[in-house]
């Protein structure tokens, strides 16, 4: 089995920044590509940021700018440095991972982690 705990979130003033991290453990034959995702009350999920095996990043044009993700390959982690907040990237953040292990490639979910930006 392979889990991801996700930490650093909490309440931050709008215009302050907030850094996530993301550890996987397990199972683990490689990663190829860990993203973030947040859901806002009412809403879907959607992609934050993503980072593939090779470095190629992507965001949308929402966070463009403000969110940098990158990733320690070494130690399985994943962070979301989040700079310029506002009160409407309020959300649960969720870690994702598309993890190779012993019976092939599966996508797995941390708990997710509360950011609350106060306006």
């Known amino acids: 089995q392979v889990q991801l705990v996700e930490s650093g979130g909490g309440l931050v003033q709008a215009g302050g920044s907030l850094r996530l991290s993301c550890a996987a453990s397990g199972r683990i034959f490689g990663i190829a590509a860990m993203s973030w995702y947040r859901q806002a009350p009412g809403k879907q999920r959607d992609l934050v940021a993503g980072i593939r095996s090779g470095g190629t990043t992507n965001y949308p044009d929402s966070v463009k700018g403000r969110f940098t993700i990158s990733r320690d390959s070494a130690k399985n982690w994943v962070y979301l440095q989040m700079n310029s907040l506002k009160p409407e990237d309020t959300a649960v953040y969720y870690c994702?991972?598309?993890?190779?292990?012993?019976?092939?490639?599966?996508?797995?979910w941390g708990q997710g982690t509360q950011v609350t930006v106060s306006s």
């Open positions: 994702n991972a598309e993890v190779t292990g012993p019976y092939g490639r599966t996508a797995y």
